[in-house]
């Protein structure tokens, strides 16, 4: 997993990425620092083609800002540079897999 520390680390990834997964989360958040190995481990494997980025808020506020973040954790996913999911607080990695591989599916027929 990737930590970003600016906005223009961030939009050199989306523009040089496919797709894309953030957790925006923080060091004093305990689900975020439950879930962000569980989707390391998970997704890594099961999606190799997407890139997952950590974006700790404490640090980068303005970054969190931007995207509209105001509690955690949030999951955000990006295909082609726009926003497909999000996930905010209370949400199941099950799920937020299931909608992913949706995604990927349907893009997967298009080509």
């Given at each position: ?87 905010v607080r209370g949400f199941s990695l099950l799920a937020l897999e299931q909608k992913i ?11």
């Open positions: 997993m990737i930590s970003i520390h600016n906005q223009a680390q961030l939009d050199t990834l989306k523009r040089e990425k496919d797709a894309i997964l953030i957790l925006f989360g923080g060091e004093n958040c305990g689900v975020c620092q439950t879930i962000k190995p569980q989707i390391n481990a998970n997704f890594s494997d099961k999606f190799p083609a997407l890139t997952l980025v950590y974006i700790d808020c404490q640090h980068a506020q303005e970054i969190c800002a931007q995207h509209g973040v105001f509690s955690l954790p949030v999951v955000q996913v990006f295909f082609m540079e726009q926003k497909f999911i999000e996930e591989e949706q995604v990927f599916t349907k893009m997967n027929r298009q080509e």
